[in-house]
């Protein structure tokens, strides 16, 4: 199965729910409690490269609508793989969310539904926490902690890079599953779980 075809999850269409996002809140609130593991004040919003004035008009706006101070940082990344990142930095996880959900409709609503891929929010160890490298001996080093949001499947699921190039902690991955299954709608088939090597949400 290609990548589109896991991303856009073109074997089952199904309608996009960008509300889900708003049960991100309560899987912060599990995810410090159970896992040791924070915010990291970052977001991505993947999406196919398009070009044209129309898309330029378009960012623009998303980003006059994120204008929303000091705190708040938006900019434009390509990864290795050619897709294009909406990259938003803000240290309030909910307004972070509510900008992620500004993205997403915001193309959604100028017709470029089909471009948007999926949207990614990083987490990390909180210093000292179970979760913290630094407080466990032998404890496998992660090169960080994603929830993907999949915008074609209305769903979510972790996604926990090792630092060895393209290797995943697949049993920690499970784990995460089943912690936040109450909070979020997590995707049932695995195989849409696909690894984002590279991705530029820290």
Known sequence: MKLFDVLLGRTKPAQPNLDHLFGLPGAQITLEASMGLRPTGQAGVCFKPATGQQFADTAS???QLLDLGENTKIHDESDSYGYRWAVITDDDFGDLINEVHIVNTTLQD????????????GFAPIPGGASDPAAATGAPKVAGTYLVYLYKRGTFYPFVPLPVAEQRDSERERLLKVTLAQDLSMEPELERWFPLWGLPVH
Request: hydrophobic letters at 40%; a negative charge; aromatic letters at 14%.
């Open 110 to 121: 100028h017709g470029w539904g089909p471009q948007l891929l999926c949207s990614v929010f």
């Open 61 to 63: 706006e998303v980003e």
